[in-house]
């Protein structure tokens, strides 16, 4: 069996993901330097152009090569604007399970496409390619993560007591590293079963 995904696209009723390219760098950048997005990822902030580059031309497709996971550009259909990204890590390709993850930049909040999109790559990961198991982690006060984890299907097993480390705005303006809990959340194939393909909507 092989150990990489397909280099391929998906596509949804609005949206389509697909490989990052060269032209995502500008949107990218600004997208990840949000402060919501700054709060609940690992990402180095500022996060500046080479950063954006660094991950269009080598971190992401890197992860699809070696085998890690893969990493989608969320793009609107008709205006191929970038809405988010949705990455799958740590891959394991004996058990077949996988990690989920996903940013939805400021101007495409409240409009469902984190659902749209993360419904459509589960879908593709256990019909195409044969997975049992789609994990999510979220930070326990992210509500708008758990939101989608709770939309598209995902039941919560349990939380990790200070496994990871959000940032919060200081007085100054600043930044300030804080500790919190994960919930840990999967998706089975069964799971979906019960969902319409235009639940999302």
């Keep these: 069996m092989s150990s990489t995904f397909p280099d391929i696209s998906l596509s ?17 950048q600004e997208m990840m330097n949000d402060e919501l997005v700054v709060t609940w990822t690992a990402a180095p902030h500022p996060y500046t152009r080479a950063d954006a580059r660094y991950w269009v031309l080598r971190a992401a ?16 259909f008709l205006t191929q604007r970038l809405v988010g990204t949705v990455h799958l890590r740590n891959t394991d390709w004996q058990v077949l399970s996988t990690e989920i993850s996903y940013v ?32 999510l982690r979220t930070a326990a006060d992210n509500a708008a993560s758990q939101q989608v984890a709770q939309k598209t299907g995902f039941i919560s097993e349990g939380v990790l007591r200070n496994a990871w480390i959000a940032r919060t705005r200081t007085e100054d303006g600043g930044w300030t590293d804080i500790r919190t809990d994960l919930l840990v959340w999967s998706l089975l194939p ?9 639940e999302w909507h």
Aim: negative net charge; without cysteine; hydrophobic residues 45%.
């Design 190 to 198: 069964e799971d979906l079963e019960g969902i319409p393909a235009d």
């Design 104 to 135: 939805t930049a400021p101007w495409a909040r409240g409009e469902g496409y984190a659902s749209e999109a993360v419904l459509a790559v589960a879908r593709w990961l256990f019909d195409s390619q044969k997975f049992e198991r789609l994990e």
């Design 12 to 28: 949804t009723e609005r949206l389509v993901l697909r490989p990052f390219d060269e032209e995502d760098a500008d949107a990218l």
């Design 61 to 76: 497709p890197a992860e699809r090569t070696a085998g890690h996971g893969i990493v989608f550009a969320v793009t609107e």
